[in-house]
């Protein structure tokens, strides 16, 4: 039969010093309700219950605290993880979530402030991670420390995944995308077609060769507007012009085309220049070899011109022509040392 206690006031228990207080409702039967608020002024309040369920929506820690942030520096949750995981233990001790005053973060790690924080396996497993776009726009900031990097471990071949415009790649997927990928290019950013700065391969092997096959001769030449003349080639374009290209054994620089161990001008009766700055001399370590051609090349104004033909009679080969008014004095073969002596005997 139910028993009940009302009192016009206060209703107060009192044991001898530290006597313990048991509200006995049968093993693991029964219910204690407290209609009120329960204050308990102890230090320390131990739940043994398999299931705890909490009404609140928030839970305060730290609760009254005086000072400008947490006194005591940490506050937040310690998880035990049973035998052999002591608080001293490494990465098996305790798991806890804290907050760091001193440092203004949230720690996920094993251990606790009584020894010291572990992150060797301290993980967070998630779908999304969210941003704030007041602040920094919404920027994701990583902040390693020493040599650290951003990694994705455990992902099964992580570079054949990035195909979306938004996915982050990694260095293999770089790697791959300059040594392997036919259709490669770097380009100026923003630049328009026909007016951009750009290095692009074409390469004749590729098939089908049409315009919209990226890295084909015909899609360079679409995007462009030059030619590879049907060979493979690396093209440089600067600000829309043609500068250079390079074929699997030649090369082209500026309109100078470079063959083994040739220099030619690919425009047709187009001059080749050397010039040196001030009083510089054009040198060589060796001879100057002139071929031979058979007619008289044409003088040029305020120059002299050097040139190889069949010896006469200054039996040197090496003939000259000049810009003088007098047209018997343009040309000539410079003489011989021996002939020379001779000539100047005999005239």
């Known amino acids: 039969m139910g028993q009940f206690v009302q009192t016009n006031g206060d209703y107060n228990i009192k044991t001898s010093e530290g006597a313990r207080i048991t509200l006995d409702t049968g093993n693991g039967i029964g219910e204690v309700r407290v209609t009120g608020n329960l204050l308990v002024e102890g230090d320390t309040l131990t739940v043994s219950a398999e299931n705890l369920d909490v009404v609140d929506n928030i839970i305060v820690l730290n609760s009254g605290e005086t000072g400008a942030g947490v006194s005591l520096r940490y506050s937040g949750i310690q998880i035990d993880r049973g035998i052999g995981t002591a608080v001293n233990s490494g990465a098996e001790g305790p798991a806890s979530i804290v907050y760091d005053e001193t440092t203004d973060t949230w720690l996920f790690a094993h251990g606790s402030p009584e020894s010291v924080f572990n992150y060797a396996e301290s993980k967070i497993r998630v779908k999304e991670i969210l941003t704030n776009t007041d602040t920094d726009g919404g920027d994701l900031i990583l902040i390693g420390t020493g040599t650290g990097v951003v990694k994705v471990n455990g992902t099964l071949n992580y570079e054949d995944q990035v195909t979306d415009d938004d996915d982050i790649p990694n260095k293999k997927y770089v790697d791959d ?171």
């Open 177 to 347: 995308a300059i040594q392997l990928s036919p259709t490669y290019q770097i380009k100026s950013p923003g630049a328009a077609p026909g007016g951009d700065s750009r290095i692009i391969i074409a390469d004749k092997d590729i098939t089908p060769n049409l315009a919209d096959e990226p890295g084909s001769l015909a899609a360079f030449e679409d995007q462009t507007g030059f030619t590879s003349f049907g060979e493979s080639a690396i093209t440089v374009i600067v600000d829309g012009n043609l500068n250079s290209q390079f074929f699997s054994s030649r090369a082209t620089i500026q309109g100078l085309e470079f063959v083994s161990n040739e220099i030619t001008n690919n425009d047709t009766n187009a001059n080749v220049y050397i010039r040196t700055q001030g009083t510089g001399k054009l040198q060589t370590n060796y001879a100057v070899e002139l071929e031979q051609i058979a007619g008289t090349p044409a003088y040029v104004a305020n120059s002299t011109l050097v040139y190889g033909a069949d010896p006469g009679q200054g039996v040197s080969g090496v003939y000259f022509v000049n810009d003088s008014s007098e047209s018997i004095k343009r040309t000539g073969e410079l003489v011989s040392k021996n002939r020379a002596l001779l000539f100047s005997m005999i005239f």
